[in-house]
Antibody, heavy 121, light 110 residues
């Protein structure tokens, strides 16, 4: 059974850097085509893809946020870390990590419960 | 403004069939697979349809997806009260090099 869980601060100040950790289980990052992605959702608004990382370390970022994002992995801990620099109140959102694999056609098929992050001074 | 366009709301009565549309362009839906997600109130999105019309294991066959040109649709037959949720379409956009989502459709079961 694949599970993912996000963790990190619930409140950050403007201009600070956000660091979120996604701890997963039930799958191997070494499997070809497997990736972990990050998606966020501002309150009452639509989903927005942030980026993803493959097991081989290859990364993809949303062009609109690429300059602020870094995604890394720690395979020994089964974790993926998202850092977002220069946080602004508009970045207030629920942040989700999700598994992406080949079984369900490269979809983000299993999602974490999400973690709400508020950006405020 | 979302790259994929969905109606903000839809509704139906129990047992009815409802359809939710998703309109895109040649760089996303016209070229790539469409995915549909269901988000029940206060929960994380759940994959409903992948590769335009495929259902993951465990998703009832009341849910079906289709694609034609630069548009896609999600159909829900035999509507149930537990289907009341937000529904999102998604696709990769070759021009933007970005996963794009629709603005979401809130389905109300009357």
């Amino acid at each position: 059974q694949i599970t993912l869980k996000e963790s990190g601060p619930t409140l950050v100040k403007p201009t600070q850097t956000l660091t979120l950790t996604c701890t997963f289980s039930g799958f191997s990052f070494s499997t070809s085509g497997v990736a972990v992605g990050w998606i966020r959702q501002p309150p009452g608004k639509a989903l927005e893809w942030l980026g993803l990382i493959y097991g081989d370390g290859d990364k993809r970022y949303s062009p609109s946020l690429k300059s602020r994002l870094t995604i890394t992995k720690d395979t020994s801990k089964d974790q993926v870390v998202l850092t977002m620099a220069n946080m602004d109140p508009v970045d207030t959102a629920t942040y989700y990590c999700a598994h992406r694999g080949v079984i369900n056609g490269d979809a983000f098929d299993i999602w974490g419960q999400g973690t709400m992050v508020t950006v405020s001074s | 403004q979302s790259v994929l366009t969905q109606p903000p709301s839809a509704s139906g009565t129990p047992g009815q069939r409802v359809t939710i549309s998703c309109s895109g362009s040649t760089s996303n839906i016209g070229t790539n697979n469409v995915y549909w997600y269901q988000q029940l109130p206060g929960t994380a999105p759940k994959l409903l349809i992948y590769r335009n019309n495929q259902r993951p294991s465990g998703v009832p066959d009341r849910f079906s997806g289709s694609k034609s040109g630069t548009s896609a649709s999600l159909a829900i037959s035999g509507l149930r009260s537990e289907d009341e949720a937000d529904y999102y379409c998604s696709a990769w956009d070759d021009s933007l090099s970005d996963w794009v989502f629709g603005g979401g459709t809130k389905l109300t079961v009357l």
